[in-house]
């Protein structure tokens, strides 16, 4: 997994996510003017052996482009954590540095797509591009891999593709539409279970709220048989 992590650290085949993630790096945001940015793609985060896995749609500019792991000093970062530390997947409720001492238990999370992208959107061709490094990490923690939280439509998408590379099951067809609390059980590939994302938008309108996030990770974790 170390390999992969400073592997995927030193990708640059996407042009623009290449040339947007430096260019926050380079003129950053002024309450973090004297930090210095991280402006590479951002790898996994957790454990190896993880039972659960978390599923993300790509780096923030100023999070985990700033700090080098995902989810990481940002407002996502705050509810998500904050809601693994309840759920006792997370040794502590902040995650604001790659040195804070945040350690996950049976657990990993990972983004579909591992550079910041302009307004938080891919494109087709960039989820394409980066899929390979989602498929080779599940690939890794796939003997212990029970269910995978989705946050998000976007992710919900990028996991079926998943199916096909890293488990060789095919896909269901049509595919099962995303929502929160949408739930797809197949045979030889983990539990997909659906939340909403983490953002902004989501939280600060109630959207999602911390109990809906609770009753999420209390159902991976008993899919996934985690006490
Ligand atoms: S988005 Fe993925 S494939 Fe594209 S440059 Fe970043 S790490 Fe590489």
């Not at 591992?114 to 591009?129: V, W, Y």
Request: charge should be positive.
């Amino acid at each position: 997994m170390a390999d992969l992590d400073g592997a995927v650290s030193n990708c640059f085949a996407c042009p623009r996510l290449v040339s947007w993630r430096e260019e926050v790096a380079r003129t950053k945001r002024a309450a973090f003017r004297e930090q210095h940015y991280w402006g590479r793609p951002v790898p996994g985060f957790g454990t190896p052996d993880a039972r659960i896995g978390i599923l993300g749609l790509a780096p923030a500019a100023h999070g985990g482009n700033r700090t080098g792991r995902i989810f990481t000093g940002d407002r996502s970062g705050d509810v998500l954590f904050a809601a693994l530390h309840r759920a006792g997947l997370a040794n502590q409720r902040t995650s604001v540095a790659a040195d804070d001492g945040l350690t996950l238990r049976d657990t990993r999370i990972f983004a579909a797509v591992r550079c910041a992208p302009p307004d938080n959107k891919p494109t087709p061709a960039e989820r394409d591009t980066c899929a390979p490094w989602l498929h080779r990490e599940v690939g890794l923690i796939r003997p212990t891999l029970r269910v995978v939280v989705a946050l998000g439509a976007f992710a919900w998408a990028a996991w079926w593709p998943v199916l096909r590379d890293v488990y060789g099951v095919r896909p269901p067809s049509p595919r099962p539409v995303f929502g929160h609390g949408a739930h797809w059980s197949g045979t030889a590939a983990p539990e997909l279970l659906g939340c909403y994302h983490v953002s902004q938008q989501n939280t600060f309108t109630g959207r999602l709220t911390p109990l809906m996030l609770d009753d999420v990770f209390a159902r991976a974790k008993q899919l996934a048989g985690v006490d």
